[in-house]
């Protein structure tokens, strides 16, 4: 048993020594491993990620959308401010009854008609005022007949005054009859004078020359003052269009600046200038009058509608397209490509429409590239490929 126990213990001694001897190399291996490994993963992750973004980067630089693009700069431009209203007389002059009226016996004149001041537009039955001028006529010899006596009897009483057959007082006392005489004389003229001055207003009287505009009157028709306007007459014929404009349109407005008039229904244009410009605005509409002097034209209307182009002198400012201009509720505003090639949005405040274009008035300097069409369908912050556009493409 012994001996047993004693080759088995001879025998495990080397046994050990062979088992832990290569122990510690195979830890330090696996440990190599481990990080060779984790740094291969690492690698790898790397290479994909950046092959991906990469990737990405071509794709969207293959997906940026093709726009047209212009710098528009500055051009100088007349500046024109269109306008509507309606066609009047500059002057409008209301014409009535100026006496007590009556009944009309006759109208002269008709709407169309020119006339000169002072001329009979209409007649009024006279005949009461006749009979009272007759008979205010009458008095006036009465007066005058007693006018005569009371001087007859005065020079008899200056005569016998030096015979000592007259007082003093008697000839104080006539010579004031005769002189309430001379003056009833005076009196009944004057009345007469009142009745032939009223009888001469029942006529309806042109104040001054001019073109009938309108007639509201008929013979047989009773008038007097509360009849309101027989006629309107348009003073020698001058007419108007009331352009009504803006309040920020308006303060760009002098008195003399040219403008052209188009009424409705035509193609022709008449030449006018502002003779005035409204002093006040109104409070509800925001807006206010200027009136364009025009020269008398059948082709001009009063109360008709028309159109009209205002020059408001030359503005040197970016001008583009309407497609360049969009609008929302924000306002109206246009993209700028960047350095990067990105849009940005920026805000415009548009001016005058031209032939050339819509004037940007602020918000740009002119030195922009600017999305000429398709604005529409970009966002602030998108990638683009610009292509600058050219001569004439706007």
Do not use: C
């Not at 071509?58 to 940026?64: D, E, H, I, M, Y």
């Not at 009944?188 to 009287?205: D, H, Y």
């Not at 960047?338 to 002119?366: A, H």
């Amino acid at each position: 048993m012994n001996y047993e126990t004693s080759i088995a213990s001879a025998e495990a001694e080397p046994l050990i020594v062979e088992a832990d001897e290569p122990a510690a190399p195979a830890g330090r291996r696996n440990l190599i491993v481990a990080v060779v490994i984790a740094l291969v993963l690492g690698l790898a992750y790397y290479l994909m990620h950046h092959n991906a973004g990469e990737a990405g980067d071509a794709k969207a630089g293959a997906q940026a959308q093709t726009v047209t693009v212009v710098a528009p700069g500055r051009t100088t431009v007349e500046g024109v401010i269109n306008a509507s209203g309606a066609i009047a007389a500059r002057r409008d002059m209301p014409v009535g009854i100026a006496g007590e009226g009556g009944r009309v016996v006759s109208v002269l004149v008709d709407a169309g008609a020119w006339v000169r001041k002072g001329q009979v537009l209409a007649v009024v039955d006279r005949a009461v005022q006749a009979q009272q001028i007759a008979g205010q006529s009458a008095n006036i010899a009465v007066q005058a007949a007693n006018a005569r006596l009371a001087q007859a009897n005065l020079d008899r009483a200056l005569k016998l005054v030096e015979k000592g057959f007259i007082s003093k007082a008697d000839i104080d006392r006539l010579t004031a009859t005769r002189d309430a005489a001379v003056a009833q004389v005076g009196v009944a003229r004057a009345s007469l004078g009142q009745l032939q001055a009223s009888t001469a207003r029942l006529n309806v009287i042109a104040p001054e020359s001019g073109l009938v505009l309108t007639r509201s009157v008929e013979p047989g028709q009773i008038v007097g003052p509360a009849s309101g306007t027989l006629f309107r007459i348009a003073k020698d014929g001058e007419l108007e269009m009331q352009a009504r404009l803006a309040e920020n349109d308006l303060a760009r407005l002098s008195v003399g600046v040219a403008a052209q008039v188009t009424p409705v229904g035509t193609t022709r244009a008449f030449d006018g200038r502002v003779w005035q410009v409204s002093p006040t605005i109104d409070p509800t509409t925001r807006e206010g009058i200027a009136r364009i002097a025009l020269p008398y034209d059948p082709a001009l209307r009063p109360g008709g509608f028309a159109s009209a182009q205002i020059r408001s002198g030359e503005v040197t400012a970016p001008v583009l397209p309407e497609s360049a201009i969009l609008s929302d509720q924000r306002g109206a505003f246009v993209y700028v490509v960047g350095g990067n090639n990105k849009v940005e949005r920026r805000p415009v405040t548009t001016g005058d429409v031209t032939p050339q274009g819509i004037v940007v008035r602020t918000g740009l300097s002119g030195n922009e590239r600017i999305v000429l069409r398709a604005g529409g369908f970009l966002n602030p912050g998108d990638q683009v490929h610009p292509v600058t556009a050219s001569a004439g493409a706007k």
